[in-house]
T-cell receptor
Framework: GAVVSQHPSRVICKSGTSVKIECRSL??????MFWYRQFPKKSLMLMAT?????????EQGVEKDKFLINHASLTLSTLTVTSAHPEDSSFYIC?????????????FGPGTRLTVL | AQSVTQLDSHVSVSEGTPVLLRCNYS??????LFWYVQHPNKGLQLLLK??????LVKGINGFEAEFKKSETSFHLTKPSAHMSDAAEYFC????????????FGKGTRLSVIA
């Protein structure tokens, strides 16, 4: 089956630093990738939709200058949390889609837990 | 717009008894519906999906769900709960499963008592 990986799985950083999270589709090409954020004991909140070679589409309330998304290839999207603060601590999850048909499933990465001290 | 409501935030069952996790959806178009499971500190795993084919969908680990358009429901069931089923379950709706964002319910935490 389609596999999506995320790296790192866990990261701890100091306040004010930037952190980059990678999302890779390992055995398929993903035209679209999505970035979600999950707060403790809460549901997933869509942050942005990322299409290869174009600017990401951010959801309302998500700061595009703080959460930089790059989708450089059909197998890689990155999320950079710039000038991280403790309130950015969260579980970040990406998903990727084959999107050849309307019934194609989105496949989720295992998530990255970010802790900002 | 699409939305999904999971009617129970927490369900507790005894091992070996049936599981029912309830989900109602709202969609302006024919929806695709999914159930995902998330074990503690783990990523999301697809249990099953409905994409306008058979209304009774069978998934992994003995789970199944029935799409009922008249009731706008997509409840998840399993005949006999196992301890390993304890996890968070998310009902998800999308107009198009591929290139549109998924809309998640708030989740139902399933506890299984020995």
């Amino acid at each position: 089956g389609a596999v999506v990986s995320q790296h790192p799985s866990r990261v701890i950083c100091k306040s004010g630093t930037s952190v980059k999270i990678e999302c890779r589709s390992l055995d398929f090409q993903a035209t679209t990738m999505f970035w979600y954020r999950q707060f403790p004991k809460k549901s997933l909140m869509l942050m942005a939709t990322s299409n290869e070679g174009s600017k990401a589409t951010y959801e309302q309330g998500v700061e595009k200058d703080k959460f930089l998304i790059n989708h450089a290839s059909l197998t890689l999207s990155t999320l950079t949390v710039t000038s991280a603060h403790p309130e950015d601590s969260s579980f970040y999850i990406c998903s990727a889609s084959l999107a050849k048909t309307s019934t194609d499933t989105q496949y989720f990465g295992p998530g990255t837990r970010l802790t900002v001290l | 717009a699409q939305s999904v409501t999971q009617l129970d935030s927490h369900v507790s069952v005894s091992e070996g008894t049936p599981v029912l996790l309830r989900c109602n959806y709202s969609s302006s178009y024919s929806p695709s519906l999914f159930w995902y499971v998330q074990h503690p500190n783990k990523g999301l795993q697809l249990l099953l999906k409905y994409t306008s084919a058979a209304t009774l969908v069978k998934g992994i680990n003995g789970f199944e769900a029935e799409f009922k358009k008249s009731e706008t429901s997509f409840h998840l069931t399993k005949p006999s709960a196992h301890m390993s089923d304890a996890a968070e379950y998310f009902c998800v709706v999308s107009v198009w499963a591929g290139n549109t964002p998924l809309v998640f319910g708030k989740g139902t935490r399933l506890s299984v008592i020995a």
